[in-house]
């Protein structure tokens, strides 16, 4: 087991979750998919300039092709009235080409692929290796992607009322005095230089994952932004941990077994989730047409309670006959009813009981 | 073999198989065109990529499952699992509180890193037939063959005909979707059939330029044809104009130089174009609108006076600016004051006008 390999995994989930969280609230993930094929371009035009795949410049260049991702993302939205997913949509793939058609014509011999920048090279982080005084050899990605994390951590932390006031209410952010325009491109910086830090270890396309995945299982299980926080980050942790050892059990990529556990695990809470995932919501919906239908049938039997002809309207066996209704399904709520104790019957004619009156006052209320 | 002769391409003496390629890509181009159209004006434009990516795992299942490299067997993978993405994203969009973009971008992610651990399986495997399954990441349009292009020239042909045929449906469906219901028409067939075939397109376009590039097909000649023009018709005969020309250019300029993609190519193209018509579009241009803007600055300098005088009629004039104004026939003395001519009185007004379009 390779706990190079796992560090680095493990910050790159921390440090991409984390700022995943205010991405996703913000409606920017699209966005970030731009940024993310987008950091491509800034990388090749500095590795052109500085010819060295390890110099810092490539960092600064890629998160500045970023920023201006953004930026022409959005002057060609206010100029030229393009709406915003049509305008990430040309953005991104112009870019894009330019610098794959870099790539395969200025640089094809040295070894900036394609492939490394769209899937990453987890595997050989550790063969990158950098002395810092003090603490000893370390592998690069780890160290940069820890001083991302760093930055991350402190920037939401300093500024996490901000982020939160903008997240859900723009106008009262502005009205407060914040300046929506420069923490906008303050966050784009930061999840420019996240998806650059990144992208070495797990690909321009599966950082996506990382981002939007834990964050959007988190939103499943609550409402409330701190626990959001906390349950993104153990969503993350347990994503990455597990595909590191289903990688490392079965000798497979890692990064993408990452990703898979991401889906895998967004899937297992959508399904399960106490009470937004589907089986819930299907459950609630069964309930709630078993409660109306008896609420349909005490109505009826309210209305003809003082009637004349109550023997005919409210025997249970020609009841379907005035719902309308199959006879299969009306005697099934009868039998419900008579099982929940809301109706009596007497000698053919059907009652409601005090229970059932109850029930009828209660849901008649909150209704 | 190459054939020098065949139908008009002779004339460029293009060999026999980039001829093939360049109609193949040209077919695509046009309904990449026709039908981004439909997708823009309904706001799904990035559907395609999100699609594109998520054909990934049915690739790699088909080819673990069938250990075929038949290019019927993995689009149909392709396809299928390109569908249950798309599926899922609906899911999530009804039955949670999750944005769409988002869902969008966890399946379009996820699906692709499940797809590379597929592949990653499938390496570990080392099947010798592994090879060329990385081309439908990238796509690689030298490689299509005669079978290839006339399937795709067949498919696309009976969807043009189709988008033709039903061609005033979908406009309405895409402008007023309830309009189109209170016609006792199926606004969510018509809907069903714009995500099918742009499925299919999906899956035939992967081939050629590759998951990431094939949405630029369906934004980029809508983009530049909106420049040109803000009617429906006219926009959806230029986009798949743009489109085809770009696809014909992109793969002749690739395949005539070595090791140059033909996807980033064949975007290239359609970027150049989009520049282009963003500076020179009759109406929108850049260039139009600045050489607009320096007139009326000159003609605010020249004339600023006579809006003056029209404001404030007792007001005075220079005298240079009175000569002027005399001769053109813009003011009149009238009793030691000048007064504005009818004409004088009409180029104030024009120029308001202006000046409120621009303002």
Known sequence: MNLDILAVALVTAVATSLIGVFLVLRKLSMMTDAIAHTVLLGIVLMFLWVRDLNSPWLVFGATLSGLFTVWLIETLRRVRFVKEDAAIGMVMTMLFSVAILLLSTRLRRTHLHVETVLLGQLEFVMFERTTLPWIGSWPTSLVILSGVLVANVLFLGFFYKEYKVLSFDRTLAHVLGFSPWLLHYLFMTLISLTSVAAFNAVGAILVIAFMVGPVMSARLLTHRLPRLVALTLIVAVFNTLMGYLIAFRWDLNTAASMATMTLLSFLAILIAAPKQGLLSRLWQHHQQTHTIHMLTLITHLKHHEQDDNVAVESNPNTLYEHFNWPQRKTQKLIHRSQKHGYIEQKDAIIRVSPKGWQFYAHATRTL | ?359
């Open chain 2, 1 to 359: 073999m190459p054939i020098k002769h065949f139908g008009v391409m002779s004339v460029f003496n293009l060999g026999f198989t980039l001829t093939v390629v360049m109609l193949g890509t040209m077919v695509l181009g046009i309904l990449g065109g026709v039908l981004g159209t439909l997708l823009v004006l309904r706001r799904q434009a990035l559907m395609g990529d999100a699609l594109s990516h998520a054909t990934l795992p049915g690739v790699m299942l088909a080819f673990m499952l069938f250990a075929t490299r038949s290019l019927e067997v993995l689009l149909i993978g392709a396809f299928l699992s390109a569908s249950v993405a798309y599926g899922l994203m609906l899911l999530i969009k009804r039955h949670t509180l999750l944005q769409w973009d988002a869902a969008m971008a966890l399946m379009l992610a996820g699906f692709f890193g499940f797809g590379q651990w597929l592949l990653s399986i499938i390496q570990r495997q080392g099947t010798a037939a592994q090879a060329g399954l990385s081309r439908f990441i990238f796509g690689q349009a030298a490689t299509m063959l005669r079978e290839d292009v006339i399937r795709l020239t067949v498919v696309s042909a009976v969807m043009l005909i189709i988008l033709i045929g039903l061609l005033k449906e979908f406009k309405t469906a895409v402008f007023d979707p309830d309009f189109f219901s209170s016609l006792g028409r199926s606004a969510p067939g018509i809907e069903w059939l714009l995500r099918g075939m742009t499925l299919v397109f999906i899956v035939l376009g992967i081939r050629l330029v590759g998951v990431v590039l094939i949405s630029a097909l369906l934004i980029a000649p809508v983009l530049t044809a909106q420049q040109w023009s803000v009617r429906f018709h006219r926009v959806l005969l230029l986009s798949a104009f743009i489109g085809g020309v770009s696809g014909l250019v992109g793969t002749y300029l690739s395949a005539t130089r070595a090791n140059v993609p033909t996807g980033p190519v064949i975007v290239f193209v359609l970027g150049l174009l989009f520049l282009i018509s963003i500076l020179v579009a009759p109406k929108e241009g850049l260039l139009r609108k600045s050489f607009e803007w320096h007139r009326l600055k000159r003609t605010l300098t020249l004339y600023a006076p006579l809006i003056h005088l029209y404001e404030q009629p007792e007001g005075t004039l220079r005298l240079e600016d009175v000569v002027r104004y005399e001769v053109q026939g813009y003011v009149l003395k009238d009793q030691d004051q000048w007064r504005l001519t009818a004409k004088g009185e009409a180029k104030v007004k024009a120029m308001k006008k202006v000046i409120l379009d621009e303002s």
